[in-house]
């Protein structure tokens, strides 16, 4: 499960986690990766570098992000012979992730993973955000392998203080959770569904027809209870987690999204260290980011297993209707950022779709 906003992951039951031990005294007991995870951290101090990798998810429990960082931590240990180090700070407890940002491109923070928060510095980076451009999460790594991802990395650092080291899978999908069962593209008409606060997200269902309401995710239950929404959409292990489930037992599967979550650094991080530490770190984030895409696809089929297990019902639905109606805003978009153009081409050529 990879959150993609600042406000995309409900943290209440997460804060309690964060305050049990102070960051010296629990990296000072921390001798692997997986260790002090009760603590709100997880990590290794390096002997002359230490990284801050800031994130909304849960420090303590294997996801998007901290499958990949103990990869990656135990490739730059080896790899820098334990002279770079690196701390995963989870459950926000380093502000919300839309600040996260600037604070990489002051150097104030090291490393990141949510490309999406970068989009008012960088609304390039909203093209993976647009409805129905990838069928699976195979496919999304495979393009974004390919001309697409390295077109978008540079734009991306062009624009920016800071570089994307690779593309990372969400766990699973987005697909939509209702109350009532939707098992056509017409009964979205109408149908208020909470959605990522993005105009991507909104546009595209906007474009299906339905009513969609921009919310935090800390909204989401209460929401769901009072009837102000009928549904959202989401990945399979948000919705198990948080236990969305229990208001709503319909879960579409349009798959109507699957955005990529990437390490990201700082380019101060980088101009710190010396340059067999730089290729250290990204032969460590590509090692990490390969072994975070094998886990990927068995979490997203876990969750949605006991999502079964716990009454929820899965529902085809006609995705080819769904993307036509979506493509409008292909086009739109493009137009209004034209550096987008190649990118969305180079999608399409390796998805085998047409605008």
Known sequence: MCPTSNADFHRRELLKWTAAMPLAAAVARTPMAHAATGSGIRGQQGKQVTLKLGSSQPTHTQNAHTVFFDQFLSELLSRTNGNVGAIFYGDSQLGPEDKYPNQLNSGTLDMM?????????????????????????????????????????????????????????????????????????????GLKLRVLPSPTFVQTFRLLGADPVPMSFNEIYTSLETGVIEGLEHDPPTILQFKL?????????????FDPCSPIISDATLRRLSSPDQQAIRQAATLGVNHQRTKASAAAQQSLDTLKQNGVKTIDIDRAKLTEEVKPLWRSFTDKYPDTKPVLQAILTETGKTL
């Open 245 to 257: 489930y229990e208001l709503a037992k319909n879960y579409t599967m349009t798959r109507h999204i």
């Open 113 to 189: 993973m949510v490309p999406s928060d970068w989009s008012p510095i960088v609304p390039e980076i909203a093209v993976l955000t647009m409805g129905f451009l990838f069928d699976s999460l195979e496919q999304t790594g495979k393009v974004m392998d390919g001309n697409a991802g390295r077109l978008l990395q540079d734009i991306f650092k062009k624009k920016t203080k800071a570089e994307i080291l690779g593309w990372c899978y969400n766990f699973g999908g987005r697909n939509v959770l209702t109350k009532s069962p939707v098992t056509t593209p017409a009964q979205f008409h």
